[in-house]
């Protein structure tokens, strides 16, 4: 399995930017899908994006779509998520998590994860 360490959260206002970093320790970085999920409070841990292990194609949930954007440098084992145009319903606790198996919105897809960054969106 792969360790994975977010950073980069932290409080914002509405419209402003942000870039989330994940930094892998690990072997199979580079070999494998990488996922982006967030959880507000009292909410289930939701879906943003995901990202080919190659970097050639992501996805993201319709809520994120055209405002956040996900790349990866393998080189360096490091997965990123940057956000832009940010909204007070994003705020959340933002993880990071390595795809396994199965359809990658799913949590249950995916078998490392990080313990997350916490992003604040103030209106």
């Known amino acids: 399995q792969v360790q994975l360490v977010e950073s980069g959260g932290g409080l914002v206002q509405a419209g402003d930017s942000l870039r989330l970093s994940c930094a892998a320790s690990?072997?199979?970085?580079?070999?494998?899908?990488m996922g982006w999920f967030r959880q507000a409070p009292g909410k289930e841990r939701e879906f943003v994006g995901f990202i080919h292990w190659s970097g050639g194609n992501a996805a993201y949930s319709d809520s994120v779509k055209g405002r956040f954007a996900i790349s990866r440098d393998n080189a360096k084992n490091t997965l990123y998520l940057q956000m832009n145009s940010l909204k007070p319903e994003d705020t959340a606790v933002y993880y990071c998590?390595?795809?396994?198996?199965?359809?990658?919105?799913?949590?249950?897809?995916?078998?490392?994860w990080g313990q997350g960054t916490q992003v604040t969106v103030s209106s």
């Open positions: 998590a390595s795809y396994y198996s199965g359809s990658y919105r799913y949590t249950s897809s995916y078998d490392s």
């Open positions: 690990g072997r199979t970085f580079g070999s494998r899908g």
